[in-house]
C-alpha cells in the first residue's frame, strides 16, 4: 500500500513539473511577414468624406478603409446616395502572390453584377492604382472598366471608373476623397 502512494506521488510530481516546463508552453507559430505589397494597402485605411460625379449628378457620402485577415485583406465600407437612392458598396482587396497582382470584388445595393479583378498594380511608386474589370455597362451589354485610383497626398485620393470598350476611354463616375 505504500508503494501504490509513493507512485502515486511520484507520477503527481512528474505530471506537475511536466506541465510547468517551456516545452509545454510552447507559443503558436508566429504568423509569415507580410509582403510589401500587402502593406501598400494602407495607403486606403482611414475614414474619409466622399464627394461622387456621376451621371451628371453629385452626391456626398463617407467611407471607411481597415485592414483585416492578418493585414492580408483591404476591407471598404462606402455609404452614401445614388440617384436620390441609400447607396451601400462594399468591397475587399489583397495581394495575390500566385498572380502577382492585387485582387479584389466589389458589390453594392445597385443590384448590379459582382466587379471581379486579379489584376491590380501600382504604378508611380504607389500614387497610382490601375485594375480593369470585365462587367456590364449601363445597358447592359459586356464591358470593360479601368478602375483608377490615385494618391496625391496622405490626406486625399480619388478613384475613378473609366469604361475603355473599342479603344476609347470615357469616364463613368469620379468620387475625391479627404480623409477625416
Known amino acids: 500500500m505504500q508503494f501504490a502512494i509513493v507512485l502515486v506521488a511520484v507520477l503527481s510530481l512528474v505530471l506537475v513539473l511536466c506541465a510547468a516546463s517551456p516545452a509545454s508552453k510552447q507559443e503558436p507559430p508566429a504568423a509569415p511577414p507580410l509582403?510589401?505589397?500587402?502593406?501598400?494597402?494602407?495607403?486606403?485605411?482611414?475614414?474619409?468624406?466622399?464627394?461622387?460625379?456621376a451621371m451628371g449628378q453629385t452626391t456626398k457620402g463617407s467611407e471607411v478603409c481597415r485592414i483585416e485577415c492578418g493585414g492580408n485583406w483591404l476591407v471598404?465600407?462606402?455609404?452614401?446616395?445614388?440617384?436620390?437612392?441609400?447607396y451601400q458598396g462594399r468591397g475587399l482587396t489583397g495581394w495575390?502572390?500566385?498572380?502577382?497582382?492585387?485582387?479584389?470584388?466589389?458589390?453594392?445595393?445597385?443590384?448590379?453584377?459582382?466587379?471581379?479583378?486579379?489584376?491590380?498594380?501600382?504604378?508611380?511608386?504607389?500614387?497610382?492604382?490601375?485594375?480593369l474589370v470585365d462587367s456590364l455597362d449601363m445597358a447592359g451589354k459586356p464591358a470593360r472598366f479601368e478602375y483608377l485610383s490615385t494618391f496625391p497626398d496622405a490626406r486625399t485620393r480619388t478613384f475613378e471608373v473609366i469604361q475603355v470598350d473599342g479603344g476609347k476611354r470615357e469616364l463613368q463616375m469620379k468620387i475625391a476623397y479627404r480623409r477625416r
Open 96 to 131: 495575390d502572390a500566385s498572380k502577382g497582382a492585387y485582387a479584389g470584388t466589389w458589390v453594392d445595393s445597385t443590384g448590379g453584377p459582382m466587379s471581379v479583378y486579379a489584376n491590380g498594380a501600382f504604378t508611380d511608386g504607389g500614387k497610382t492604382f490601375r485594375a
Open 76 to 86: 471598404t465600407e462606402f455609404d452614401g446616395s445614388f440617384m436620390g437612392m441609400p
Open 35 to 53: 509582403p510589401p505589397e500587402a502593406k501598400r494597402l494602407e495607403a486606403w485605411v482611414g475614414t474619409w468624406d466622399a464627394e461622387v460625379t
